[in-house]
């Protein structure tokens, strides 16, 4: 991967004072490779990579710093500004604000209508309208229904009308009446570019005046994303891009030569099917990824915006009297779970993403010790320190698990009491998972 070959390639940095020609040579050819590799488009990873060499050729490598640390951080840097330096802003200052979404069939357009209709009507407080304007499978309005339904968003659909133009006509005098002040139109996509659908996107476009275009484009599809971004953006001159499935084994090439192609910003990455899983595209988060330093921001984030402040009140209070039981260990869990996908998570986590690749990490991970404490008697725990040696044995038995399981979670449970207790003693913590993170 690009993440393990440029690892590598900064490997061999280590031990040296400063970073020296010759030592940038080698590297800068190993990153070029990793970049062509991760289907960056050759001439921009060389105009990339000889930009690097300028940068790092000379720099003093401090005492504190590792030569092959500073690289990275050039590297970074230099990849950041590449793919935009800052956030890109997403226009919603009108009333109402128009958004088109085009794309390929199968990108994530659909998906990802239903992950910003979310986004803007819980994080930017707006009333928006979805708008079914994929005309060709019945199914599709259907698909976007459900996710109206999900996300309490209001879908507007004409099952019976074959024109997307008037439909998206139609919807815009609906919002109006109805007080939307954002307006989502999802469009129909082919499997490949073809003249129709550009037409009919081109089409709408032109009747309903988007303040926003968004092509959304599969993370996935690497060099091929490229030349369908061309496509759209000749034909549509799309505001923005939304790069969708980050979730899989990420290829951020992609994300890197769709900007320096069609120079056009990056808005959003998609990162999974739920539908809160949407985030504004950071550049240097990005970097990080693309480097496999991880991103832990997005994870701390994700885990703030799930956070409910009342239930994080009430277990400060309880870990503050030191009477954290098997309820709050359960709550923590499920609030865990809410945030999504458990291997998605941990790959945030620098350096772990590479580790566990490879390795099925299911979201019944917590399953054993669900089932544990749900085998306890509310009593049990509400007040832990009543579970002896034959409560255990009944616990063991009603989760399905063995009695050494049973004792070693228990241990692990005291553990973490002991901690609570002492970060309480030492008045550092009491602030639950929000506070340790
Ligand atoms: P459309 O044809 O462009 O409207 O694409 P859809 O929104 O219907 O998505 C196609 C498939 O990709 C569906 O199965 C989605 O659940 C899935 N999908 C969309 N976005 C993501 C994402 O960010 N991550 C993952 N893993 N799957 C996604
Ligand atoms: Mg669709």
Redesign the pocket.
């Known amino acids: 991967s690009l993440s393990e070959r440029l690892d590598s390639a900064f490997k061999q940095l280590k031990g040296e004072g400063r970073i020296s020609e010759i030592n940038v040579a080698s590297t800068v050819k190993e990153i070029r490779r990793a970049l062509v590799d991760a289907d960056v488009n050759y001439k921009i990873a060389k105009e990339f990579t000889d930009k690097v060499k300028d940068k790092a050729q000379g720099e003093k490598v401090l005492t504190s710093i590792s030569p092959g640390q500073l690289m990275v951080k050039i590297v970074k840097d230099e990849l950041a500004e590449l793919m935009g330096g800052t956030e890109a802003e997403f226009d919603i200052k009108n009333n109402p604000t128009i958004v088109l979404i085009a794309?390929?069939?199968?990108?994530?357009?659909?998906?990802?209508s239903g992950k910003l209709a979310n986004y803007l009507k819980t994080k930017k407080n707006k009333k928006p309208l979805l708008v079914a304007a994929d005309i060709y499978r019945p199914a599709?309005i259907d698909?976007l229904k459900v996710l109206g339904e999900q996300i309490g968003v209001e879908v507007y659909s004409e099952p019976d009308n074959k024109n997307a133009v008037q439909i998206a006509e139609n919807a815009l005098k609906h919002a109006k009446s109805n007080g939307n002040n954002v307006i989502i139109i999802?469009t129909a996509?082919r499997l490949a570019v073809d003249e129709a659908m550009m037409t009919e996107v081109a089409n709408v476009k032109a009747a309903v005046k988007p303040h926003e275009i968004l092509f959304?484009v599969d993370s996935m599809t690497g060099q091929d994303a490229v030349n369908t971004a061309k496509a759209f953006n000749d034909r549509l001159d799309f505001s923005g891009v939304v790069l969708?499935?980050?979730?899989?084994d990420t290829r951020g090439g992609a994300a890197l030569t769709i900007k320096y192609t069609v120079e056009k910003p990056i808005k959003f990455v998609?990162?999974?099917?739920k539908l809160d899983?949407l985030d504004v595209f950071y550049p240097e988060r990005m970097a990080q990824r693309i480097l496999g330093m991880g991103d832990i921001t997005t994870l701390v984030e994700r885990a703030q915006a799930q956070f409910d402040e009342e239930q994080a009140k009430k277990l400060e209070k309880k870990i503050r009297q030191n009477q954290f039981d098997f309820d709050d260990f359960r709550e923590q869990l499920q609030q865990i779970k809410k945030m999504g996908n458990l291997k998605d998570l941990m790959g945030m986590i620098p350096g772990v993403g590479k580790a566990i690749k490879d390795i099925d990490i299911s979201d019944d991970a917590f399953k054993g010790i669900e089932a544990m404490i749900n085998s306890m008697t509310p009593e049990e725990r509400g007040n832990p320190d009543v579970i002896d040696g034959s409560r255990r044995k009944r616990i063991a038995a009603g989760s399905g698990k063995n009695i050494q399981d049973v004792n070693q979670f228990m241990k692990q449970f005291e553990q973490m009491r002991q901690m609570m207790k002492m970060m309480n003693k030492f008045g550092a913590g009491g602030k639950g998972l929000k506070g340790m993170m």
């Open positions: 794309g390929l069939q199968g990108s994530g357009k659909t998906t990802f599709a698909q999802d996509g959304v969708t499935k980050l979730d899989g998609s990162m999974g099917e899983t």
